[in-house]
């Protein structure tokens, strides 16, 4: 049985509103402008930058970040969309509690977010949850997927997205070359 449910959105990009009309379904597809799609692409920024330490001694090093764009649910439906890091190695999402106070958690335990802070020894307290959450582009959103996500009260934390909340047969595609990449879910 396939059913599905009209929204239609509107989203940010770059300040501008963009009109989006999404179609959810209980099977996981979705449309895009083009029409349904059994795979799901959203397009990801691939930004790089040069190291200005290194350049300061005479080394050329460029690095990249990934960026994706994330909503969250919260107690009265969807959070606006935000702009996070897509962290390819980390296996759970970081949100600070104060860029969205009224995410819809489930709460798991009290732990340590120590990989983020730079001061040896130091760590933020957070809690281990598991929130629902989405992600888009100017054309797409996907299902909600559940992900593990480290909450701390500091406002200071990079919104932080851990790919390992996606299921395994995520798949992701960057073209350095060109600066461009999607996830395909």
Not at 2 to 18: D, K, M, R
Not at 29 to 58: F, H, M, N, V, Y
Not at 64 to 74: A, E, G, M, S
Not at 138 to 146: N, R
Request: charged share 25%; glycine share 6%.
């Amino acid at each position: 049985m396939f059913s599905c449910q009209l929204n239609q959105i509107v989203l940010f990009a770059l300040g501008t509103p963009i009109p989006v009309v999404i179609l959810r379904s209980n099977r996981g597809s979705a449309t895009a402008k083009d029409g349904p799609t059994s795979t799901l692409r959203i397009q990801i920024e691939c930004l790089g930058t040069q190291d200005l330490e290194a350049l300061e001694r005479g080394f050329s090093i460029e690095w990249f970040r990934l960026f994706v764009r994330v909503q969250f649910r919260v107690h009265e439906g969807w959070s606006k969309a935000y702009r996070a890091i897509l962290d390819t190695g980390s296996p759970h999402c970081v949100v600070s509690s104060a860029l969205i106070p009224d995410i819809t958690k489930k709460p798991l335990f009290k732990t340590r977010l120590a990989s983020i802070v730079p001061k040896e020894g130091s760590f933020l307290k957070a809690e281990m949850t598991r929130v629902q959450l989405s992600l888009s582009d100017e054309q797409v959103i996907s299902e909600p997927v559940e992900a593990l996500t480290m909450i701390t009260e500091e406002s200071r934390v990079p919104l932080i997205i851990g790919l390992a909340a996606f299921p395994k047969s995520l798949r992701l595609d960057l073209n350095f070359k060109d600066r461009s990449g999607y996830i395909e879910l």
